[in-house]
């Protein structure tokens, strides 16, 4: 089953090979990988989509917990969260599916950040779903172009009933 | 006043009460060794090898349980110290190596006796730090100590680029260290330690696994306590040996791949198993769906991995052995009363009929030097009272099965990687530690002539160490092998021809030889050794057919053991037929 974990870790130099370096040494797989500093610039966050069973899942979340320089680890698959993958796909189609394009990117709630007389740019934001839908929708338009983050995920806050 | 960074480092060193350190100088560390040169209260050993600073360090580690300490150069003086981490961090044992590092401008543009080391040790240390400001020096000393002692122990490295040791800063050494990212558990849950006193209460066929954490926490006295009050048998791990008495009446002796019969039987049968302090390695459970099938498992561990990694646990409990065998030891004393009297008696009736069954023994009567006879020699004429170290193969398996070790920390062996080498370097360590005790590196022909170079730091150091030398001109452990599964095809482990005159290559280092070729002269060879305050080689000729009994093959189920009757036996039907 798919994981996806979020590292709380010093922002040190080295840190994220320490990370990289456990999943390869130990043969777990990294499907994603996200990082990036937090609001206090000490502190990284890191969302590693991983996959694995149980067993796997659960020495993964204690061999990250082990390194020194991770301060806490959430596998975020347990708890209610959100989470999110942007794509940017550049994309040049036929004058006939121009139009076509657009629709698509407006129904996605897409925006087109760059357009050339032969292309366009789209940025897209969502859940995995969504944006392996677009791509599917797109690819018969021409993709020329594709980046797509990693997944970054947070927990949702419990709602009091008024 | 503002010092230099290497002043920094012996200044730190002192502030941890190191008072001995092994190394290797080299360009990079040249300001670090000027400083050492007038330096009283901290003495380097100069060993003739990294890698044997290394080990020297972990047996001086192990000896004492204090962190082991390592000053090495960059470059190959780094690279040499690898396999002397990866030992120590395989066996959780506590340590500093300071390596030295090309100039912090440097790095990167593969300078003169450059290396990565903090790249290249990453998965082998507990953790690495390099140093790129001479302030920061003191504070990382300070966290490299607290680190490799902490929680599960283990290595640290520390790069010391060389303008790092010729900057200079204030010394101010910090009182203590806080790191919101590692805070080992080390108590106990409190629920999950009275559900396994119940369990221990109940029990029917109750056995207690004790390993390296028992002697790493200190916790020797708490495990005796607990194994005499609840009356449960204890079997060791190899890295456990010592931390329960080997004479004692419960103890079943080691369990795994080269265990007692007794031992893997009641681990087959038992109907509740206390893992303390170990890690289900492959050696010790064998075929792991076969392993144990009857029993609950309640696991003691500092270290959460450990727990559930190999082997399904009923009662995990996250802590410190001793503390948490402490707390065990109230609660069953005060809450569950020695209502397993009587149940237990058939279990012990049972365990004493396999130790009838199938002792530990081999063949006495022969008259060739049988390896196992020189061990149980050095037994009997130290009555147990040495520090043993061992190289590794048949050597280590033989030290591990035929002396008893009743005291922790006088038992060092190289248990997860399996160094051959180790176990000179380490009696050097050991020895330096104690001065005035026997410490004697079991050892085969092979092994001591990975780190053999080492017998001059020995001598040098007038470092008494003696070397028990089981010479079977092979690579024993690699040859069984090969006669039992490779049908006799000695590929690449006959080492007859190039064997060198162990007597003389002692000599040579003006260290004293001694030799045994026949069973009649092991007692005075060793007596001789013994009496002798330098630094002695014995090389003892022995069968070199002998095999280590009782073996589970590799993959088979714990109790699906060979012994050395049997091989008799197929030996004697063998004759039959021709």
Request: proline letters at 4%; one cysteine or more; aromatic letters at 8%.
């Amino acid at each position: 089953m798919r994981h996806t974990i979020s590292v709380l870790v010093e922002n040190k130099f080295g840190v994220l090979s320490r990370i990289s370096g456990l999943f390869s040494g130990r043969g777990y797989n990294i499907e994603s990988l996200s990082v990036n500093e937090t609001i206090d610039p000490q502190i990284s966050i890191m969302t590693i989509v991983t996959s694995g069973d149980d067993w796997i899942v659960e020495q993964i979340t204690k061999q990250l917990n082990k390194l020194i320089d991770v301060i806490k680890v959430v596998d975020m698959t347990e708890l209610d969260h959100v989470e999110r993958e942007m794509v940017l796909i550049k994309v040049s189609p036929r004058q006939e599916d121009k139009a076509e394009v657009l629709r698509l990117a407006e129904i996605f709630r897409g925006r087109v950040v760059d357009s050339s007389q032969k292309t366009y740019t789209i940025e897209i934001t969502g859940e995995e779903k969504k944006i392996e839908a677009i791509v599917e929708l797109l690819k018969p338009m021409g993709i020329k172009e594709f980046v797509r983050t990693g997944k970054i995920a947070i927990a949702r806050e419990g709602i009091k009933k008024a | 006043m503002k010092i230099s960074g290497a002043e920094i480092f012996i200044e730190s060193l002192k502030k941890e009460g190191v008072q001995h350190m092994f190394g290797y100088p080299g360009g990079v560390v040249l300001n670090i060794f000027d400083k050492l040169h007038d330096e009283k209260g901290l003495e380097l050993i100069l060993t003739r090898h990294e890698q044997g600073a290394v080990h020297a360090a972990d047996g001086y580690a192990r000896a004492t349980g204090k962190p082991g300490v390592v000053l090495v150069t960059s470059g190959p003086g780094a690279t040499n110290t690898v396999t002397g981490i990866a030992t120590a961090y395989m066996d959780s044992i506590p340590m500093v190596i300071f390596t030295g590092q090309v100039p912090t401008l440097l790095i990167g543009n593969d300078a003169f006796q450059e290396a990565d080391i903090v790249g290249i040790t990453r998965p082998c240390t507990k953790h690495n730090f390099l140093v790129k400001n001479v302030e920061d020096l003191a504070g990382v000393i300070k966290e490299a100590f607290y680190i490799a002692m902490a929680g599960r122990p283990g290595p640290v490295l520390i790069d010391l680029p060389k303008d790092v040791t010729t900057h200079k800063a204030e010394f101010v050494y910090p009182e203590d260290v806080k790191l919101r990212s590692y805070n080992p558990t080390y108590d106990g849950n409190k629920y999950m330690i009275k559900q396994a006193a119940q369990m221990v209460a109940r029990a029917k066929k109750p056995v207690i696994v004790a390993g390296g954490g028992v002697i790493l926490s200190g916790a020797s006295k708490e495990l005796k306590e607990f194994a005499e009050y609840a009356d449960v048998p204890v079997t060791m791990t190899m890295m456990g040996l010592g931390g329960f008495p080997g004479s004692h009446k419960l103890s079943l002796g080691m369990l795994g791949m080269h265990g007692t019969y007794y031992a893997n039987k009641s681990i087959q049968e038992a109907d509740l198993l206390i893992a303390i302090g170990m890690r289900f390695d492959d050696r010790v459970t064998g075929k792991i769906d076969a392993f144990a099938p009857h029993a609950k498992i309640i696991h003691i561990d500092i270290d959460p991995t450990s727990i559930r990694k190999n082997v399904r646990v009923d009662t995990p409990i996250v802590g410190d052995v001793k503390n948490v065998l402490t707390v065990l030891n109230k609660v069953m004393k005060e809450e569950v009363k020695d209502q397993w009297v009587e149940v237990r008696k058939a279990w012990t009736k049972q365990l004493d009929a396999w130790r009838r069954e199938r002792p530990m023994t081999y063949d006495r009567e022969s008259d060739m030097i049988k390896p196992q006879y020189v061990v149980e020699k050095i037994y009997e004429l130290t009555k147990g009272d040495a520090i043993i170290t061992t190289e590794v193969g048949q050597n280590q398996m033989w030290a591990a099965q035929f002396f008893k070790y009743d005291k922790p920390r006088t038992w060092l062996s190289s248990g997860g990687l399996g160094t051959m080498g180790y176990g000179l370097p380490a009696a050097i360590g050991a020895q330096l530690a104690f001065p005035n005790k026997l410490v004697i590196d079991i050892a085969g022909d092979g092994s001591i002539q990975m780190n053999i170079q080492e017998l001059a730091t020995a001598v040098i150091n007038k470092l008494p160490v003696k070397v028990a030398i089981l010479n079977n001109r092979f690579l024993g452990m690699v040859r069984q092998w090969q006669e039992l599964f490779f049908e006799e095809r000695y590929s690449h482990t006959k080492l007859d021809d190039v064997v060198p005159d162990f007597v003389k290559l002692a000599e040579a280092y003006n260290a004293v030889g001694l030799r045994a070729t026949k069973k009649s002269e092991v007692e005075a060879v060793l007596k001789e050794a013994f009496s002798i305050k330098r630094p002695v080689f014995m090389d003892f000729v022995t069968d070199w057919q002998e095999k280590v009994y009782p073996m589970v093959p590799a993959g088979a189920a714990i109790d699906n053991m060979l012994f050395y009757e049997e091989k008799k036996k197929v030996e004697k039907k063998l004759k039959a037929v021709k």
